[in-house]
């Protein structure tokens, strides 16, 4: 019979020394107290301190407790009551909850975290978080449902989502059904009930782990296999996941932004012609791009420079995308260097950043935790004013790889990490970050003004 929380508390002589020999503050005593139960990062100090087995702990048996990988259950091990779904980590750790969207097979991917506060539809849509399970760390997901405007592509990009608190039903006005039957509609499953702010504690401190999230609809869940296949997942790294979320023909693209009463409007009178390359473009990006006043060409990530130029572009946009932009380059930056030679103006935004760099002669890293949320602040090196920002991203830029004559103009102030670059005396440059900002702010638009001020003085 496991200790309850109190008695191990009063084993270790109070709150305050039970904090003090366990390594933590008086607030994670606290949330023991309240919780019934000791997260798995703590057992290790516990059961130093108190002699006391793993059995003995309250919440080692029990589901919503993370296990580490040396107490593995064993194959055909029943869910705890209420139980329909598991996040299984690569390390064998296990979080259970309740499974809604569409019971399926086993998802797997690299499990991240995203702090955004709204727009949890534009995020699911957006393709750079192909290849990875999103962990929302903001409780209230689904509150507002789902429409049809706020998708960022037409298929969800993300393999999964990890959630707080239970889907409810939508209050909004613009909902035209719930999130858990757009999910079901898209073969995408969801967990709920999980303790979300342990787990992005876990991500934060060891960096982005491989996971599968299971909502079996049979109910039987084969632990050994799903924590084998965590382990197996090679990761992003060395991923080239642009070819799977990229266009695979051209198109032409004139809708603009969204606006109060209208909606979205078009750009009938461009003033500028852009071919975009899609490495998994956001529909707003385009959006952005027609309302200051462009006729967007969008042609696939495997483009030629040949394919690009023979629309006699005035300008080239580099687009958002996931995976590692090492492995994108093999085949983008023979086509981006072609492209800078003719000298044509050029922007890009995350992926299309990472790979500018690299036709550039930069080199690029993979970030431990990455940049996922609608509250990143960044600061213009020209003008030292600071932007709140809407990141996805898990790699960036070396700075102390660019060449001679490209500078940094944009850091991150939450780690120091690259966030922009420009070319000396070329109409080149490009952001980290997402200045569409959907969702998020509208800091950063003045980008959009910045590519077709470059365009008109070319002309």
């Not at 029943?78 to 097979?105: C, H, I, N, Q, Y």
């Not at 299971?214 to 296999?225: K, S, T």
């Not at 296949?229 to 198109?251: F, H, I, K």
């Not at 023979?310 to 093999?330: C, E």
Request: hydrophobic share 40%; proline share 7%.
């Amino acid at each position: 019979m496991p200790y309850t929380v109190e008695d191990l508390i009063d084993r270790l002589g109070g709150p305050e020394a039970a904090a003090r020999l366990a390594g933590v503050g008086p607030e994670a005593v606290r949330k023991w107290r309240q919780a019934h139960a000791i997260p798995a990062r703590h057992w290790a100090a516990v059961l130093g301190a108190t002699g006391l087995s793993l059995a003995d702990l309250p919440g080692s048996d029990r589901g919503g407790a993370e296990r580490p990988a040396d107490a593995a259950e064993p194959a055909g091990t029943e869910p705890p009551p209420g139980a329909t779904a598991a996040l299984v980590l690569a390390d064998g750790s296990v979080f259970w909850g309740r499974g809604f969207g569409a019971a399926a097979a086993a998802a797997v991917g690299e499990v991240c975290f995203s702090t955004g506060m709204t727009g949890y539809q534009e995020t699911l849509t957006d393709p750079s978080f192909a290849g990875q399970i999103i962990t929302f760390t903001f409780p209230h997901i689904g509150n507002v449902g789902a429409n049809a405007e706020d998708q960022e592509a037409a298929t969800v990009a993300a393999r999964g989502l990890v959630v707080k608190q239970d889907v409810t039903e939508p209050s909004n006005w613009r909902a035209a059904q719930p999130l858990d039957a757009w999910l079901r509609a898209r073969g995408i499953a969801g967990i709920a009930g999980v303790d979300t702010r342990a787990l992005t504690v876990r991500i934060r401190d060891g960096g982005a782990p491989s996971g599968v999230l299971a909502y079996p609809a049979n109910g039987r869940f084969d632990l050994p296999a799903l924590r084998a296949q965590a382990a197996d997942w090679p990761g992003l790294e060395g991923m080239d996941l642009a070819q799977e979320v990229t266009c695979r023909q051209s198109y032409d693209w004139d809708q603009t932004r969204w606006a109060w009463p209208e909606g979205f409007g078009r750009q009938g009178q461009p003033r500028f012609h852009v071919v975009a390359v899609d490495y998994g473009a956001k529909r707003n990006i385009l959006r952005c791009l027609a309302s200051a006043g462009c006729r967007v060409t969008v042609v696939p990530a495997t483009a030629s420079a040949e394919d690009i130029l023979r629309h006699r572009p005035d300008g080239v946009f580099l687009s958002n995308g996931p995976g590692d932009p090492a492995a994108t380059a093999a085949y983008a930056v023979p086509t981006l260097r072609a492209v800078l030679e003719t000298g044509v103006p050029v922007f890009g935004i995350c992926l299309g950043h990472q790979l500018l760099a690299l036709a550039l002669g930069a080199t690029t890293f993979k970030l431990a935790r990455g940049h996922r949320g609608a509250n990143q602040p960044v600061q213009d090196l020209a003008t030292g004013r600071v932007e709140i920002t809407s990141q996805n991203h898990g790699f960036a830029v070396d700075p102390d790889s660019l060449p001679a004559g490209v500078r940094v103009t944009h850091v991150s102030l939450f780690d120091g990490t690259n966030e922009g670059i420009a070319c000396d005396g070329r109409p080149v440059f490009s952001v980290q970050y997402h200045p569409e900002a959907s969702p998020g702010p509208s800091d950063s638009h003045y980008l959009f003004e910045r590519f077709t001020a470059l365009m008109e003085r070319r002309a």
